[in-house]
């Protein structure tokens, strides 16, 4: 950490309730600002940066950063709560199933029947979300593994397996190890918007950032990407991502 540039930025009137950090990226030649998806701000910084030039920057930029950190922090606010009790929904692959609690016992497991998702009845809520994201990840880490094979095909490459995880505020990763990962919580969205998550992290496997030529990339496989993109922002806020009551 640049405790230099630490400093310099701590005595911005940065707002409160904010989480920052400052890293050093020996590669890089300008600051770079990024926002998670939770409003936690990260300061990228050359080895040699100014701290004086930095935190000018950050003031300039501070408006701005605010509003958008506050944008991304009452969105986590507003995150849906699951209660577990007989017929709370639960979407899977766009389809809505509802909850039914079943008897625990050495065989039983969450499974999809009749239209309901079954749950063994879980001794706490915090338990039931987690035995329901762990079926979101197998279930969905064998449906992937198969939908991405003609995705593959179509955008050129082989990644190294393809996998379904929690990724806390990302939707999607393309690992250095070459694994494709998806969020379980997509999971919950009709295919064709699984489609955009998955295409989006494979063609990272050939072009990486977010650049003309990385759109282009992805445009080729999904020439509707900007209303798959439109289809997504509106159905993203209402994924459920394990929070319970």
Partial sequence: MNVSVQQA????????????????????????????????????????ADPGAVADVV?????????????????????????????????????RNRLKLVPPGPDRKVRLHRGWLELPRPQTADEGARRIADWYMQCGSRWLAARALPWMQRVGVSPRTVAVRDLGRRWGACEPSGTIVVHWAVIQLPPALVDLVLVHELCHARVPGHGASFRRTVRLALPDIDERERWFAVEAPSLWRGIVR
């Fill in 59 to 95: 003031r300039a930029r501070l408006p701005r950063l605010a509003a958008e950190v506050r944008r991304r922090q009452d969105r986590v606010a507003a995150e849906p709560v699951k209660e577990f009790v007989g017929g709370t929904s639960f979407s899977y692959l766009g389809r």
């Fill in 9 to 48: 930025i701590a005595s911005l009137p940065v707002p409160e309730g904010w989480r920052w950090q400052v890293v050093v990226r020996p590669k890089r030649r300008t600051l770079g600002i990024d926002i998670a998806e939770d409003g936690d701000v990260l300061f990228a910084v050359p080895a040699d």
